[in-house]
């Protein structure tokens, strides 16, 4: 056999040993259980700065979720509407995460949600030149108390019938019924309002103030629909993830840089 044939002969072997190594290598991955990671679709309303899709990583909420989910393999792809088409998203399957949830026992019968990430203090708004002071739910006595249709106060605020609570969609059209005094008060995550009506509404500053107690503390969740077929894994996943990242410093990382921390 001359030498040339001989080469020849050593490159088809060599050639052949990387495809049965590749095949092996394949084989390995599918039987131990690792595979590609699943895209995770998310849907929210524009909530700065938990959500927007003009801030750094489309807002604080935002970047904690992808970090979460990245320990895990999966990418997040995010869309913008309002809440209400949101929470009826999710709810029916067609996304996999609403990404800012708070909990309430009604929406527990519908949708599977996480371990909390984050905490919003939910406070009245008023005008600047009312002394109003929140004392519990009496302290509304008849007074008309602007809400957003479907967002998740309290079951104790919003059983309560001692006054009223006209529905809007939108959290601006709340604050402009407040000082044309078509409402006595609002109500919102303090740093969500105070960003709120610095971007987009700051003819409105001097104008509004918040009260000292809040109505209450929110932990904030994602949540994937019961009817989502996908829903205990994608929340497992989201939740194994939050734990790494709160374990090697990335959580605390994102919220310094967000100045929460």
Do not use: C
């Amino acid at each position: 056999m001359n030498i040339t044939k001989k080469i020849s002969l050593q490159l088809q072997r060599i050639l052949n040993m990387k495809r049965l190594l590749s095949t092996v290598f394949s084989l390995s991955l599918a039987f131990s259980g690792i595979t590609f990671a699943e895209k995770i679709t998310a849907i929210g309303d524009n909530w700065p700065p938990f959500l927007s899709p003009d801030l750094p990583g489309q807002g604080i909420a935002l970047q904690i979720v992808r970090a979460a989910f990245k320990e895990q393999g999966h990418e997040v792809e995010m869309t913008f509407v309002p809440w209400t088409r949101s929470i009826k998203s999710v709810k029916e399957g067609k996304v996999d995460i609403l990404v800012g949830t708070w909990w309430t026992k009604k929406r527990s019968t519908f949708l599977n949600f996480s371990d909390d990430y984050l905490v919003n203090n939910i406070k009245f708004i008023k005008r600047a030149d009312d002394s109003f002071e929140y004392d519990g739910l009496e302290s509304l006595n008849k007074k008309n108390v602007g809400v957003i249709r479907d967002y998740g106060y309290s079951d104790n605020f919003k059983n309560a019938m001692n006054f009223n609570k006209p529905e809007t969609t939108k959290f601006i059209n709340n604050l402009k019924k407040l000082v044309h005094n078509r409402i006595d008060l609002t109500l919102e995550d303090e740093i969500v309002a105070r960003a709120f009506i610095k971007n987009e509404a700051p003819q409105l500053k001097d104008k509004i103030s918040f009260t000292s107690t809040p109505l209450s503390s929110n932990t904030l969740h994602i949540t994937s629909g019961l009817n989502n077929p996908r829903n205990k894994k994608i929340i497992a996943d989201f939740n194994k993830g939050l734990a790494k990242i709160k374990s090697n410093g990335v959580y605390d990382s994102i919220l310094k840089t967000n100045g929460l921390l």
